[in-house]
């Protein structure tokens, strides 16, 4: 079965902290993964996919083949990480994202 | 600007009306999506259109029913509405495998 599993459905850290947001994923082929980031009361929007191997606002994610999993890391939060953040799984057989239940992240002052 | 818009942004109405949702992207893209998004944010994928057909249909009530006129837009037709039906619903587009790109939401009420 493909799915998407985010353990967290909230994480709640202090300004500076390290996060650390958790996605485990099953597929039986080769994973396209993603992150997705909606802010409050805003549209969805990519923060990164792992084919890119890049880092934006602060944030890295590893696709661990070994462990199937793709988690979300930044070193420092900062309060505008806020948000709801949705890991995400490409279906190449059936054409579609599958998302995971999501995770709200709440960086404290 | 380019983008996925849809309309309207706000939707309240009564159960057993029957409303719309329209979505349009100028993004030059070839498939666009219908997302539901639950009162606890959970986003699911309603249905799908490439080029015009419908290529995703996941078990939706067929009171739901999607309408793509031409690739650039896909809108969602809502027959007897019910109180279940209260959600924010996302239009999305993409070129192949890419990305999507979503739209602002529709926040329905049924009341």
């Given at each position: 079965?493909?799915?998407?599993t985010q353990p967290e459905k909230l994480l709640s850290v202090f300004k500076g902290a390290p996060v650390e947001l958790k996605c485990n994923y099953s597929y039986s082929g080769s994973p396209e993964l993603f992150w997705y980031v909606q802010y409050s009361r805003q549209r969805l929007q990519l923060l990164l996919r792992h084919i890119s191997r890049e880092s934006i606002k602060g944030f890295t994610a590893d696709l661990n083949k070994g462990e199937t999993s793709f988690h979300l890391k930044k070193?420092?939060?900062?309060?505008?990480d806020s948000a709801m953040y949705y890991c995400a799984l490409f279906s190449g057989g059936y054409n579609k994202l599958i998302f995971g239940a999501?995770?709200?992240l709440a960086v404290h002052p | 600007d380019t983008a996925v818009s849809q309309?309207?942004?706000y939707l309240v109405t009564q159960m057993?009306?029957?409303k719309s949702i329209k979505c349009e992207q100028n993004l030059g893209h070839d498939t666009m999506y219908w997302y539901k998004q639950d009162s606890k944010k959970f986003l699911k994928?309603?249905?799908?259109?490439?080029?015009?057909?419908?290529?995703?249909?996941?078990?939706?009530?067929?009171r739901f029913s999607p309408k793509s006129p031409d690739k650039a837009h896909?809108?969602?037709?809502?027959?007897?509405?019910e109180l279940g039906d209260s959600a924010v619903y996302f239009c999305a587009s993409s070129q192949e495998r890419r990305e999507q790109y979503f739209g602002p939401g529709t926040r329905l009420t049924v009341t």
């Open positions: 079965a493909q799915r998407v070193p420092f939060a900062q309060e505008e999501g995770t709200r | 309309t309207p942004k057993g009306n029957d994928i309603m249905f799908s259109y490439n080029n015009k057909e419908l290529i995703i249909n996941e078990t939706v009530p067929n896909l809108n969602l037709h809502i027959n007897s509405l």
